[in-house]
């Protein structure tokens, strides 16, 4: 029904940049929140920033001012912009997104991109 698809990952050195997309696509009524998770090996998900429909923003707070999310267009594009990287930047980023389906019931379903890979080196 719906798919999420993250690109942009990449090796990169500290201090660099990184812009990752999450393409959403499929039957989407509308895309109530839609965010960033990160993994880093041998640790648990965790949360990098959200946008909501009204595009309302927030952030891991030791994160907020060096990441920047934001969508573009039809909406169903989104981005995470990532600067000044660190080593401790380094994980599998998933794009998360509460959708709601077209034609169906009024409420969020979750769904889940499969992750693209951001390498920091030091």
């Known amino acids: 029904q719906v798919q999420l698809v993250e690109s942009g990952g990449d090796l990169v050195q500290a201090g660099g940049s990184l812009r990752l997309s999450c393409a959403a696509s499929?039957?989407?009524?509308?895309?109530?929140?839609a965010g960033w998770y990160r993994q880093a090996p041998g640790r648990q998900r965790e949360l990098v920033a959200t946008?909501?429909?009204?595009?309302?923003?927030a952030y891991a707070g030791s994160l907020e001012g060096r990441f920047t999310i934001f969508r573009e267009g039809a909406w169903h594009t989104m981005y995470l912009q990532m600067n000044n990287l660190g080593p401790d930047d380094t994980g599998v980023y998933y794009c998360?997104?509460?959708?709601?389906?077209?034609?169906?019931?009024?409420?969020?379903?979750?769904?889940w991109g499969k992750g693209t890979l951001v390498t920091v080196s030091s």
């Open positions: 499929g039957n989407i009524f509308r895309i109530n929140v």
């Open positions: 946008i909501t429909h009204d595009g309302i923003t």
């Open positions: 998360y997104g509460s959708v709601v389906i077209g034609g169906g019931k009024n409420v969020g379903v979750d769904f």
